[in-house]
Every structure is written in C-alpha cells, then in structure tokens.
C-alpha cells in the first residue's frame, strides 16, 4: 500500500527529529528522565510500523500500528508535559506536537481502513 510507505518515510523523519531533540535538550537543558521518555517512545513510533509493514498477517500488521499508535500518543503526553512545565519553548513544542499529531491521525486511519478490509 502507498500509504504504508508514507507513514514508514513520517515516522522514520519524525524519530529523526525526536533523536535532534533528544541531543539538544539533554545538552541545553540537562534534563534526562522525561528527554530519555521521550526518546524513547518517540523513535518506537518508526520501529513499530517498521514492524507492521513486515507483519507476518494482517492481525500482526495491525497489533504492530496499534503500538505505534499508543507511542505516539506518549510522545505527545511528554511533549504537553515540557511545554506546560517551561522546559521548551512553544515554537519546539508546536513543531514537534503536530508533526506527532499528524503520525496519530495517519496510523488511526490505516488501523481503521485495515480493521474494515480485514
């Protein structure tokens, strides 16, 4: 499906920007309990539906997105948390907030579409 490769290039572009996040923030901020959170969930995002493109069914296919759909959804918990805490300024945040926002809408809408085919 070309959607898959879509959403396979946003997430690996987002984790991308998750890891540059990640560096600056550790190094300007010394913060490293919620950047290593956010780390974390943001580049599982890309890992998961790296995984569900190479699901062995469609069961599989869809478990996998439903976990990157419940890290993207963490990604963005942690992202409202630093910016309602004052560790990022509303530029970052808004940047980072509604590229994981449009992951979000992207993997709810493939789980949907493959939920109805299957």
Not at 63 to 75: F, N, P, R, V, Y
Not at 96 to 109: F, P, Q, V, Y
């Amino acid at each position: 499906m070309s959607e898959n490769s879509i959403i396979g290039q946003k997430s690996f572009e987002f984790a991308i920007r998750i890891v540059n996040f990640y560096k600056k923030f550790t190094a300007e901020k010394k913060e490293f309990i919620i950047s290593k959170q956010i780390m974390r969930s943001g580049t599982s995002i890309g890992a998961n539906v790296r995984e569900a493109l190479n699901g062995q069914s469609k069961a599989d296919f869809i478990h996998k997105l439903s976990i990157a759909q419940k890290e993207c959804d963490e990604t963005i918990y942690w992202l409202e948390l630093l910016k309602a805490t004052d560790y990022i300024e509303e530029s970052e945040f808004t940047n980072l907030h509604s590229g994981a926002l449009e992951l979000l809408k992207i993997i709810r809408s493939i789980i949907i579409t493959s939920k109805k085919n299957s």
